[in-house]
């Protein structure tokens, strides 16, 4: 197979992170919760934690993903902060 034009092989090509807001608003209570939800996880994630899901991704989509999973727990009063 050909190279493409940064000298990789087509096939070798990168694999974009897929998750959306619709995978993740199905297990919190609304946008605003979503946010702050993944940013504690994140930060938690930047902390050391070790993460529930294997991903070769960001912090940030890695707890998203566990979100979308149903990994990571919702508690109200951390909505509420």
């Known amino acids: 197979m050909l190279p493409g034009p940064h000298g990789r092989k087509e096939e070798e090509k990168f694999i974009m992170a897929r998750i959306t807001v619709e995978d ?3 297990k919190v209570p609304s946008r605003f919760a979503l946010v702050r939800i993944t940013a504690q996880r994140a930060r938690q994630l930047l902390k050391g934690a070790k993460p529930h899901l ?3 991704n960001k912090i940030i989509v890695t ?3 566990e ?3 149903g990994d990571v727990s919702v508690n109200k009063d951390s909505i509420d902060e």
């Open 67 to 69: 979100i979308a999973a």
């Open 54 to 56: 294997k991903s070769n």
């Open 63 to 65: 707890a998203l993903r």
């Open 24 to 26: 993740c608003i199905k």
